[in-house]
């Protein structure tokens, strides 16, 4: 992967998500697109749902299975009268680094990566671990197609 630079850094705003959340590992990562695709049909649906954005959090990344929890999810204005099976989840106002994700949805684990991996270690930022990181599905991404307005933010301390 060529070098990955943010594209803008971005004071997020505090937020509340619902969606459907399950808990990962390193082996069992591969299993998030299912979770998407459970999402799909209650996307624009949901009570007091804010925007048409979608979201995938990383969270709970510093338990000791080594593990990650993660969610599918949009932004609501409320958290009442949830489809079954949905979870909710406040986000705090972070400074984050957004990065543009060019290409299908199946390699964002290599943006993601790059950031991981070359860019947070050369940056002189820290990252804080709640959330983990954010991708953030835009109006523009398809889901049918996997194609579109996908971005990652990174919620950085200086």
Request: no cysteine; glycine share 12%; hydrophobic share 40%.
């Amino acid at each position: 992967m060529a070098h990955i630079e943010p594209t803008h850094f971005e004071d997020g705003e505090p937020m509340l998500l619902v969606g459907l959340s399950e808990r990962y590992m390193a082996a069992t990562a591969g299993d998030i697109p299912s979770l998407w695709r459970r999402m799909v049909p209650y996307l624009d649906k949901i009570p007091g749902q804010v925007d048409r954005v979608a979201y995938g959090v990383v969270f709970n990344m510093a338990a000791s299975d080594g593990g990650f929890d993660y969610m599918a999810g949009v932004e609501v204005s409320h958290a009442d009268a949830l489809p079954g099976g949905f979870a909710s989840l406040s986000i705090l106002a972070h400074r984050y680094a957004v990065f543009a994700h060019g290409g299908h949805v199946s390699k964002l684990k290599d943006t993601i990566g790059a950031i991981w991996n070359e860019w947070l270690p050369a940056s002189g930022y820290k990252t804080s671990t709640t959330p983990g990181l954010l991708e953030r599905y835009g109006e523009g991404f398809n889901p049918g197609t996997g194609l579109g307005d996908i971005e990652v933010w990174v919620p950085v301390l200086s």
